[in-house]
Nanobody, 120 residues
């Protein structure tokens, strides 16, 4: 699966940004898609994800501010980020994974990162 990320940029605190991820295969061919982020000096962390069945999951730090959605026809997943804070500044990475084989081994696919910078 190839993932193409777009969006991001620079915004002032309290503003909004959107990042989108287009998959080269049907969304229904993967177990879930989502967004991770990595701030300087920190580990990569899950921001939000949506499963094949439509269930969503959010990091506690973004609940109520971010919303993940998917377009099944376009094979895209979009993360709408509102009420942004300086601590949301990071490189955001699109992720998709499949669970395959008899042991349901997880195979991760990553898009290129896109920068989100929130100024105070």
């Amino acid at each position: 699966v190839q993932l193409q990320a777009s969006g991001g940029g620079l915004v002032q605190a309290g503003g909004s940004l959107r990042v989108s991820c287009a998959a080269s295969e049907s969304i229904f061919s993967v177990s879930a898609m989502g967004w991770y982020r990595q701030a300087p000096g920190k580990q990569r962390e899950l921001v939000a994800s949506v499963t094949w069945g439509g269930s969503t999951n959010y990091a506690d730090s973004v609940k109520g501010r971010f919303a993940i959605s998917r377009d099944n026809a376009e094979n895209t997943v979009t993360l709408q980020m509102n009420s942004l804070k300086p601590e949301d500044t990071a490189v955001y990475y699109c992720n998709a994974y499949k669970l395959m084989g008899p042991t349901l081994r997880r195979y991760d696919y990553w898009g290129q990162g896109t920068e989100v910078t929130v100024s105070s």
